[in-house]
């Protein structure tokens, strides 16, 4: 299967209405071409649900990531570069307005694949007074073996480029702290990233994310959450060692400086 037909399939896995992880134009999708220099991602105004191939533009990795350094953060701006970043002179499609955050997390070691959704039981806590809070602790040892250590928490931030270069800051705050990077990104009153090697583990980060959450809010009913005890996390959780930790840092400056 081409990396375009396994696009489709996760947009559909994702979309699909009984998932309620997205309805009507909600959410996007995205992948690193064959050629690793150019992605492909959900062009505006098509939806996860029924989506095809050509419901997707094929987009410039560098373009996109010189214009998430350097465009300024106003709508002609932002539309000049989304245009300016599309492969095929003759694309009439424009890409999501969340291109640029599609474009630096494929940019990221080893991520392939990225998957954005709303859903319903995720939202419902990111919507609440006391998310951030509530997603301190881990809860059951197979959402740190799917999940990893901790979510990337993001606060509220307009879409688009101020989005994408919130959430770039916010990513690299959690590797210097983790040494490894997020498998589930949390945005405050918006939605869920998940950004991975493979559409497999795409569905399962958003799967068991969704899980996590419905456990969550069911702890509220219950005297709230009873987080597992950090020797009992740090058991189940495999740390990445410094070498590791050094290498991903190094590979993430030399992404930036090729575009500084
Ligand atoms: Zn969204």
């Known amino acids: 299967m081409t990396i375009l037909q396994q696009l489709v399939e996760l947009s559909h896995w994702l979309g699909a209405e009984h998932r309620e992880l997205a309805i009507l134009g909600e959410g996007n999708t995205s992948a690193l071409a064959e050629d690793g220099k150019s992605f492909y991602v959900k062009a505006s105004g098509t939806r996860l649900m029924d989506i095809e191939e050509d419901g997707f533009v094929r987009v410039d990795l560098q373009k996109t990531l010189h214009a998430l350094e350097h465009a300024e953060e106003n709508d002609e701006a932002t539309r000049a570069a989304l245009e300016a970043g599309r492969v095929d002179p ?18 990221l070691p080893g991520i392939r694949f990225v998957g954005h959704t709303h859903p319903v039981a995720v939202n419902a806590l990111l919507c609440s007074r006391q998310a951030e809070e509530l997603i301190a602790g881990r809860l059951f040892p197979d959402e740190i073996v799917v999940c990893g250590i901790a979510p990337l928490w993001v606060p509220y931030t307009d879409p688009g480029l101020p ?8 990513v690299e705050g959690y590797v210097r702290q983790y040494g490894v990077l997020p498998k589930v990104i949390l945005m405050q009153n918006h939605g869920l990233i998940t950004p991975a090697e493979t559409p497999q583990k795409v569905i399962a ?10 456990i969550l809010l069911g702890t509220m009913a219950a005297g709230g959450p009873n987080f597992l005890a950090p020797h009992h996390v740090e058991r189940i959780y495999t740390r990445p060692d410094e070498a590791y930790r050094q ?6 400056q030399a992404a930036r400086e090729s575009v500084a």
Not at 163 to 170: I, K, N, Q, S, T
């Open 247 to 252: 290498q991903i840092i190094a590979q993430m």
């Open 90 to 107: 003759n694309e009439k499609k424009m890409p999501s307005v969340e291109t640029f955050l599609h474009a630096y997390l494929l940019s």
């Open 163 to 170: 989005l994408a270069r919130e959430l770039r800051r916010r």
């Open 205 to 214: 980060a958003t799967a068991m994310t969704v899980k996590t959450v419905k």
